[in-house]
């Protein structure tokens, strides 16, 4: 009887007991924007024995880790990473949504309350997101005594992965790293200086060069395929050089260029070392963490693919830069002081031209949404006519979202808001493209009829999502050009993304039972002791715990 009831409780003892034997000085989450889980075993004959190898050989590797939720993009992805919630709960239900209020997009960070630091643009801030996270539990664990840091190449990956305590939030724009008075009115003097170094001016004209062997790329792609995305002046073929389009001078051009190269997450590497050096961190006798998020992963792979020769050599480059990064972790702060987490906010779809280059018969393709939106169109006039002039059935089609103009069904020759959004959903499940749809009604119901279904009612909030949301058929993608790759869809390449532990207290191995990024907070704070963020919906991964 003993035994059992301590077997039956061990799982709930976890969660008010450190698990590891020393305090560790310092978290450090890593996270790799569009980092397919598939990338680390296709390529993993090229990696060396101290990046992506460090965490495999030494941590708990979860090969089934995936996002449970249908629009799998970069602010959904980074907020449910540290919260253990999904958009249902935390309110990021996309990169952006229709606001009604306002008559317009709202962009998932944006905040017209405050202002940039560093340069010049439109506030950001987490106020759009709802709860908190593991950074957020932890600085209140302390009293604020520690200090949790985020930086990122994009201010939405940094500022939802810091949470709305942060000690300090920071992201690349354009030529320098920047906050928002969210956070702090000026910038810290370690960033001014690190933004005056030219660290990030000095890579114009840098050479983009393959850095393996013709021999290693056999498996891919062509080089230079026609449906690569060819903009900022970097081209679709090796070499690339960065100077945007103009190679004469540095103009917003070569900003973006950089972005979409390695030579982001070099600069991004180096700016977090400097944090780790001028914070201290992992030195003052508490817990502190540091999230890095890099995103050139993602904007290199919607340029050219996930079987491009260009997102090979981008993983095995990261594989080089993660080493470097962790070498200067392990002198200045020392691995085994350390717990880390490797993860991804989201994978991508293949090119959906270059499955048809093989197999032209093949059910892939591209939805433009006009052409989405006007057959929603044809089909609500078709069964309740015209509404009045000049008033359109739809407001907006924004994330596989669909917001109805609720004036129309105001008139009284109209019928109710809810059978407009059935009628809708029943025409979309017609659609060539179209898996699934579901209305309002059908999403706020208490139980799913598939898991399709269910992933969808995790993206569905009821005060920011639309009247109906669909999903894509597989290797379908949104889009009106023929070039590039595009993810936001419930399927696995765009779900499975890499999860790894490592630290005191972690259990070695590899794991081969159900998990998803939502785990990592509730897996954190019972391995530190320190209360779950509020709503979290991820499990404690005990598989991992010693």
Request: net charge neutral; aromatic share 10%; proline share 6%.
């Amino acid at each position: 009887m003993v035994k059992t009831f301590l077997t039956l409780t061990a799982p709930l003892l976890c969660a008010v007991s450190p698990l590891q034997s020393e305090t560790p000085k310092l978290i450090v989450v890593v996270s790799v924007d569009q980092l397919r889980y598939d990338y680390l075993v296709r390529f993993k004959e090229h990696f060396g024995e101290n990046g992506w190898k460090y965490f495999f050989r030494n941590g708990a590797n979860f090969v089934n880790a995936s996002f449970k939720h249908a629009i799998n993009t970069t602010g959904p992805g980074h907020a449910a990473l540290l919260s253990g919630t999904y958009g249902s709960t935390n309110g990021i239900i996309a990169n952006d949504w229709y606001d009604r209020d306002r008559g317009g997009w709202m962009y998932c960070v944006e905040d017209r309350s405050v202002s940039l630091v560093g340069s010049k643009g439109e506030g950001r801030s987490p106020r759009n997101f709802i709860g908190s996270t593991f950074g957020d539990e932890l600085l209140l664990r302390y009293g604020f005594a520690a200090k949790v840091l985020s930086v990122s190449n994009k201010d939405r990956a940094a500022i939802l992965m810091g949470g709305k305590l942060a000690s300090g939030v920071y992201w690349m724009k354009d030529s320098v790293f920047v906050t928002s008075t969210y956070y702090a009115a000026d910038l810290p003097e370690w960033v001014r200086q690190f933004n005056h170094s030219g660290i990030i001016d000095a890579y114009f004209k840098k050479v983009w060069n393959k850095l393996l062997p013709p021999s290693a790329y056999r498996w891919l792609d062509e080089d230079d395929a026609p449906y690569e995305e060819d903009k900022d002046g970097v081209g679709r073929k090796f070499p690339h050089i960065i100077t945007g389009k103009d190679s004469t001078r540095r103009t917003p051009s070569y900003y973006a260029a950089l972005a979409r190269s390695p030579f982001s997450a070099e600069i991004l590497s180096a700016f977090a070392q400097r944090a780790i050096e001028a914070e201290q961190l992992g030195k003052r006798g508490v817990t502190d963490m540091l999230c890095v998020s890099f995103s050139g992963m993602d904007i290199v792979g919607h340029a050219f693919g996930p079987h491009s020769h260009e997102v090979m050599d981008m993983v095995v480059r990261l594989d080089a830069i993660i080493a470097d990064f962790l070498s200067f972790l392990d002198r200045h702060v020392g691995l085994r002081s350390c717990v880390l987490v490797l993860m991804a906010d989201h994978g991508v779809a293949p090119i959906p031209e270059y499955i048809k280059r093989t197999m032209p018969s093949a059910d892939v393709g591209r939805v433009p949404v006009d052409s989405l939106k006007a057959f929603c169109t044809r089909a609500l006039t078709r069964r309740f006519g015209e509404p009045q002039p000049d008033m359109p059935w739809i407001d907006a089609i924004v994330a596989n979202n669909i917001y109805l103009n609720r004036e129309v069904s105001s008139q009284p020759t109209m019928p109710p808001l809810d059978l407009v959004a059935s009628t809708l959903a029943d025409s979309l499940r017609t659609h060539a493209a179209i898996a699934a749809a579901y209305s309002r009604r059908e999403l706020s119901s208490a139980s799913a009829s598939n898991v399709l279904a269910a992933k969808m009612q995790r993206s569905f909030h009821p005060l920011r999502s639309g009247d109906v949301m669909y999903a894509l058929k597989p290797y379908w993608t949104e889009g009106t050009d023929q070039y590039g790759a595009s993810h936001g869809e419930p399927y696995e390449y765009d779900a499975h993304v890499p999860l790894v532990f490592v630290g005191d207290g972690i259990r070695r191995g590899t794991f081969a039972v159900e998990a998803s990024p939502v785990d990592i907070a509730p897996t954190l704070s019972a391995l530190l002791g320190i209360e779950f963020p509020p709503g979290r919906e991820g499990r404690v991964l005990i598989e991992a715990l010693k």
